[in-house]
């Protein structure tokens, strides 16, 4: 009888080979291009995660709101506590991208410290019901999800336009909101899925820590936007995919060979 059993794919890497895993998602399949590009150079991938963030207002007077930018690298500007960024030796081959408005508490406005910046909640769309957002600000906040998210690494732009609505998510049950007559309040939001608020990235786009990265939301006009009291709301992008481990000038190099 005739032996249908699927022969394993070899990877040569520095330490031994590895068995790359039969590729029945698209995820196993980035991983093992990944693997396979690296390995055998002394790099580790792993899955892993980005976390950018950009305060939308630091003061409580209105604020003219436009362009949201993003710092993508581990020594740009100041970096938040909830933030992750990538390190100048590594690489980050992204597979999809979530965005959230982060709310929280502060006591100055505008300028949370480590410990309210690290329980502060992220929201899927902007809801009149969250405090840090408030009713005034719940419809100017519509114009970041009328606007588009665009990156550019160095001088090449990889994403042109991203419709910013295709991270707009508003479950059946929305904080601040009488969960029924005669009921309670909700003070979470539903949250059906992993990573609500997710959208995948096609093709994939694999960040250099040695590259001028530049991630912006770009509204369709100015708005007024003013910070509630006592309170701190940020744009997040969060990047899913996998970190490449000291890839940096090994990825460089590769590009410099396929030229």
Known sequence: MRNLRVKASRIKAQGGDIVA????????????????????QGVITTPGYLRLEQLLSTVGTPTSLSQINFNTLDTSG???????????ADS????????????????????????EQSVEKLNTFPNSGVTAIGA???????????????????TT?????????????????????????????????SWPLSMFGRSELLPTIELNGQSNIEFGITLPSTV??????????????????????GAATVQRNIQRRLR
């Open 157 to 189: 732009t990889f994403l042109d336009s991203i419709p910013m609505r295709q991270f707009y998510r508003v479950g059946d049950v929305q904080a601040g909101i009488i969960t029924a007559t005669g009921g309670s309040t909700s003070n979470q939001s």
């Open 21 to 40: 895993a039969q590729p029945f998602s698209r995820r196993q399949a980035v991983f093992n291009s990944k693997a396979s590009e690296y390995a055998g």
């Open 78 to 88: 100041v970096k938040l506590a909830t933030e992750r960024r990538l390190k100048l």
């Open 92 to 115: 980050f081959t992204i597979t999809d991208i979530s965005f959230y408005l982060g709310t929280g508490s502060a006591a100055t406005v505008g300028a949370p410290t480590n410990a």
């Open 224 to 245: 007024a936007y003013t910070q509630v009291a006592s309170t701190f709301t940020t744009a997040v992008i969060i990047l899913n995919g996998f970190l490449n481990q």
């Open 136 to 154: 005034t600000n719940s419809g100017i906040l519509e114009a970041i999800y009328n606007g588009f998210l665009s990156l550019r690494v160095d």
